[in-house]
């Protein structure tokens, strides 16, 4: 059986070997965990804007500056700054789920269309576009400096139609005379089994959205309700096992989330008869003072069972139980952040008749993922003056230091700038390029100083009238996204007037003395001193004890003495976890040989039990001896288990086929013969001697 039929449960094996685990199994076996997949991660697109040219002092530079511009504009751009990127979002998906493939292009924004025609056995979509290009500001003493680059990002879905190892590329783009290619990613498309007893759904509010704005997601699981019947198609001694890596407590950078404990940590219950579903690696540790648990001997954290909301649907004519939790997002960055896949591993009641035992088969089910891109305001219809903000209600004040001047004097031109609105991509207008202000007013926008403080952000520009006369600064245009409104919204400043005078030269005559309106300090040169009074007695001094009265000690020793206790009581609490981890490593060989010479005795009369419990103990084994707290192992994870602890064994061909073997005897139900049972035993128990030997009693 290969690695898309192992995600099945592998508790579920005890099912037909229940008799041989409790008695040589339970005491290796400690809280449950799984396989935990690996968050995606996601990748922000910031807002981007293309920077200006320089100002050139002799007609040399000026010359060389056009040559080069009118070059760049007729090839597009250098072969060093052309560059093309490709990435998937994900390396392995189940056939049906769909992957977005994001293409990044560095050194052309206008021109550039990607070529995915080459990929084949596949559906392809276009998601979108958006330029990439940008003015980044950093800011240094409250003087900012800017780097420009020019960019597009592309993002496709693509939905592969077969199982196997997927190719997506390669991908080619013509740009400034130059065809460049890449390969693309590959992708591992895992199949799984087709059925309609178990369906796994995961529904995104919004598949697209921008920063600061919410969205739900819900996940449902449905499980279809045998015929006749009315109770939960689970049963509550075996719980099925969910893996949904969205329900974790860390939340993926650029969301802001709900807080899971307090989100599944209503939904726990430690009722044995209500059916529910185990979530994740979550465990809960049993109070010693509870009724219920009050008799138990193992105290041990375990699984945590939970309750899902549930009500009753139909499904293409047939009745399903739906449970279902739903979380809700807010972005804060703009990028692609994938929800799933949600797997489901367990047993499921299939057939319950009057006088009968119900019928039960163990089910893998695959929920597909679903994406949300949190994106950038479309370009269509973006004025010239957008400066990266959008949200909702922003207002503009513009203001000056001075409305009286002398040609050349600088002035502090201020825009201030409030709002429900985001700021995290905002840029300085540039009044530079403004025909209106530049014909009256020198603007230093390279100089530009930026300050913000909650919902507004202060420009400060230095300007210098270049005329005589009443001047007017005019008014000035900004535009931003109404994330209300969905479309742009345009706001305007009031126009400003400037009285400029005639500047007045100053000879060296006319400059009589220093600065009068100077602040002079003057210090005293002498140092007073003050004698404190002292009062004399004839009696003369008082004698002192030398040492404290006996209460008087033990209070002052009572303080270290609390803090030696409370430290000692710390201490053992913290080595009391590290020494039962140790214990359990140091007992696991003993247990799993006992095991499997105790299995291979019982192997004649019943070849199928004595197989499904071999895994089990191989599980139980191996759990112990990399300190995992799970034993809810496939074959492939043991093998990825034994490689990432550097242990040789894991490569060993006859242990991976044994134990395989042994797993899908319970996973199919079929029949074993007991010779090839017996050999697997034997190759097993010397597989662990060996695993004993190299992971030695601390090995983790």
């Known amino acids: 059986m290969n690695e898309k039929d192992q995600g099945d449960a592998a508790r579920s094996a005890a099912t037909t070997s229940g008799r041989y685990v409790d008695d040589v199994v339970a005491p290796l076996r400690g809280a449950s965990a799984v396989r935990r997949p690996v968050r995606e991660l996601s990748y922000p697109v910031s807002h981007l804007r293309s920077g200006r040219g320089a100002l050139f002092t002799t007609p040399v530079l ?14 597009g751009a250098t072969a060093e700054d052309l560059q093309l990127f490709v990435e998937a979002n994900r390396n392995q998906i189940y056939l049906g789920e769909p992957v977005v493939l994001t293409v990044r292009v560095a050194g052309a924004d206008q021109g550039v269309d990607p070529d995915l025609s080459a990929i084949s056995k596949a559906g392809v979509r276009l998601l979108g576009s958006h330029s ?21 990002t592309f993002a496709y879905e693509i939905v592969p139609a077969e199982t196997g190892k997927f190719k997506a590329g390669p991908i080619e783009m013509k740009a400034g005379g130059r065809t460049l290619r890449s390969d693309g990613p590959v992708i591992e498309v895992l199949g799984i089994e087709k059925q309609d007893d178990v369906i796994l759904e995961i529904a995104p509010s919004r598949d697209s959205l921008l920063p600061d704005e919410s969205f739900q997601v819900r996940f449902t699981v449905l499980l279809r309700i045998p015929d006749g019947a009315s109770v939960d198609p689970i049963l509550p001694a075996e719980p099925p096992q969910l893996l949904v890596p969205f329900l ?9 989330g709900q807080d899971m404990r307090e989100v599944l940590g209503q939904r726990v219950t430690g009722d044995p008869r209500r059916p529910g579903f185990l979530i994740n690696n979550y465990t809960i540790q049993p109070d010693p003072f509870d009724f219920g648990s009050m008799f138990e001997m193992d105290l041990r954290e375990k699984p945590a069972k939970f309750l899902l909301d549930r009500r009753e649907v139909v499904r293409n004519g047939r009745r399903y139980y739906e449970y279902g939790i739903q979380l809700t997002y807010t972005a804060r960055q703009e990028g692609t952040f994938t929800f799933g896949p949600a797997q489901f591993k367990g047993k499921l009641v299939t057939k319950v008749e009057a006088g009968a035992d119900v019928g039960v088969r ?5 929920g597909p993922a679903r994406v949300v891109r949190v994106i950038p305001p479309p370009e269509e219809g973006r004025p010239a003056s957008y400066i990266g903000v959008f949200g909702s209600n922003l207002t503009v004040e513009a203001s000056l230091d001075s409305q009286t001047c002398n040609v050349g004097d600088p002035l502090q031109f201020t825009l201030a700038l ?8 905002a840029f300085p207008p540039a009044l530079g390029e403004i025909p209106a ?12 100083s930026s300050k913000q403080s909650g919902q507004s952000r202060t420009y400060r520009y230095t300007i210098r009238p270049t005329t005589v006369g009443t001047l007017e600064v005019p008014s000035i245009e900004i535009a931003y996204f109404d994330s209300v409104g969905r479309a742009y919204r345009t706001i305007r400043t009031q126009p400003i007037p400037v009285h400029v005078r005639a500047s007045v030269a100053m000879a060296d005559s006319m400059i009589v003395s220093a600065a009068t309106n100077r602040l002079s300090i003057t210090t005293a040169s002498e140092d007073v001193i003050v004698t404190a009074p002292v009062t004399m007695v004839p009696a003369g001094a008082s004698p002192g004890a030398l040492f404290p009265g006996p209460w008087v000690l033990a209070l002052l020793c009572s303080g270290p003495v609390a803090y030696g206790l409370v430290a000692g009581g710390s201490f053992l609490c913290r080595i009391a976890p590290g020494a039962k981890r140790r214990r ?20 004649a009369g019943d070849p199928a039990g004595a197989a499904s419990t071999i895994y089990e103990v191989i599980a139980e084994f191996i759990a112990a001896r990399c300190d995992l707290a799970s034993t809810s192992l496939t074959p492939s994870d043991l093998g990825h288990r034994l490689a990432a602890a550097g242990i040789a064994s894991g490569d060993d061909t006859g242990f991976m086929k044994a134990a395989e073997r042994c797993f899908n005897v319970a996973f199919s139900g079929t029949s074993a013969e007991p010779e090839q049972v017996s050999q697997d035993c034997r190759t097993i128990g010397d597989c662990l001697a060996r695993v004993d030997v190299e992971t030695g009693v601390e090995a983790a």
């Open 62 to 75: 000026a010359f060389a500056a056009l040559f080069a511009i009118l070059q760049i504009a007729v090839t």
């Open 132 to 152: 990439d290009s940008r003015v980044s500001v950093v800011v240094v003493n409250g003087r900012m400096t800017r780097e420009a680059f020019t960019g597009r």
């Open 248 to 256: 974790e407590q860390a939340i993926a950078d650029g969301l802001e």
């Open 362 to 366: 163990p089910v893998f089910a695959v």
């Open 418 to 425: 409030k709002g429900h609105v985001n700021f995290a991509n």
């Open 437 to 448: 202000f530049s014909s009256s007013f020198r603007v230093y926008d390279d100089t530009v």
């Open 584 to 603: 359990r490593r140091q007992q696991a060989a003993g247990i799993a040989t006992a095991a499997l010479r105790h299995i291979e005795s019982q192997i």
